[in-house]
C-alpha cells in the first residue's frame, strides 16, 4: 500500500511568495493532520480534518496559512505570503478512525526554506 | 495544561542498552505511543501500549508504564547504529469534541557509537 504522500519534498522560495504544500493521505483513513517540526519548537498540529471537515485549526499560526481538502485523497496547506520564520519540515500524517489503537502515519514531509 | 516531557539527547554504545524517558501531565490518557524519526524522513509508529498495561514487550523494545507517577520509557536492548534516531513520546487523549488528538513531546535524540 501506498503510504502519505506528499510534495514537494523540498521548496526554497523567496521571502513574500506564496508557497502551496500538497498531501495524498492513505486510502480509506479518515482523519489527516498537518504538522510542523522545527529546532525550536519540535513538532506542532496546525490542523486537522475528519471526512474532510476541518476540526480544530487552533494550531494555525496566523492569517497566512490557510488549510484545505476538497475530498479524501487530498489536501493542501498554503502560506501566503512567506516570511523566513515559516522555515520548516512540514508534515502531513493520516489515521484511519477513532480506534484508540490506531496510529498517526507520516508522510516524509517537505523541507522548506524561506529566504 | 496538557504537557509530554523528555530528555533531549541520549548518547549510548553500540550493543549496550538504551533506555529513553518520558513524562506526561494528562491523567485521561488512554494509551501512549513511542514513534521514530530518522534523518530525513517522517515519524513512524514503533509501539504503543494502553493506559491500563505496565509493559509491553515486543522483539528488542520494552515499554514501561508507571501510571501513578505518569511515567513512560522505552528501552532498546542491543542497541545498533541503526537505531540512531529521534524518538518522540506521544500522549493519546480526546479533545472537547471528543476527537483523539496526540500531544508530543520534543523528542530525544539517541547517537549510537561504535
Known amino acids: 500500500d501506498a503510504g502519505v504522500i506528499q510534495s514537494p519534498r523540498h521548496e526554497v522560495t523567496e521571502m513574500g511568495q506564496e508557497v502551496t504544500l500538497r498531501c495524498k493521505p492513505i486510502?480509506?483513513?479518515?482523519?489527516l493532520f498537518w504538522y510542523r517540526q522545527t529546532m525550536m519548537r519540535g513538532l506542532e498540529l496546525l490542523i486537522y480534518?475528519?471526512?474532510?471537515?476541518?476540526?480544530?485549526d487552533s494550531g494555525m499560526p496566523e492569517d497566512r496559512f490557510s488549510a484545505k481538502m476538497p475530498n479524501a485523497s487530498f489536501s493542501t496547506l498554503k502560506i501566503q505570503p512567506s516570511e523566513p520564520r515559516d522555515s520548516a519540515v512540514y508534515f502531513c500524517?493520516?489515521?484511519?478512525?477513532?480506534?484508540?489503537?490506531?496510529?498517526?502515519?507520516f508522510g516524509d514531509g517537505t523541507r522548506l526554506s524561506i529566504l | 495544561g496538557e504537557d509530554v516531557e523528555q530528555s533531549l539527547f541520549l548518547s549510548v554504545r553500540e550493543g549496550d542498552s538504551s533506555v529513553i524517558n518520558c513524562t506526561y501531565t494528562?491523567?485521561?490518557?488512554?494509551?501512549l505511543y513511542w514513534y521514530k524519526q530518522e534523518p530525513g524522513a517522517g515519524l513512524q509508529l514503533l509501539t504503543y501500549?494502553?493506559?491500563n498495561m505496565d509493559m509491553k514487550q515486543d522483539q528488542r523494545l520494552t515499554v514501561l508504564l508507571n501510571k501513578k507517577d505518569k511515567h513512560l520509557s522505552l528501552r532498546i536492548a542491543d542497541t545498533q547504529t541503526g537505531d540512531s534516531a529521534i524518538y518522540f513520546c506521544?500522549?493519546?487523549?480526546?479533545?472537547?469534541?471528543?476527537?483523539?488528538?496526540?500531544?508530543w513531546g520534543l523528542g530525544t535524540s539517541l547517537a549510537v557509537n561504535p
Open positions: 500524517a493520516s489515521s484511519p478512525d477513532r480506534g484508540i489503537d490506531q496510529p498517526q502515519h
Open positions: 506521544a500522549e493519546g487523549t480526546w479533545d472537547a469534541g471528543n476527537n483523539r488528538k496526540l500531544i
Open positions: 494528562d491523567s485521561s490518557s488512554t494509551y
Open positions: 480534518f475528519n471526512n474532510n471537515v476541518p476540526i480544530d
Open positions: 501500549i494502553f493506559s
Open positions: 486510502s480509506g483513513h479518515d482523519y
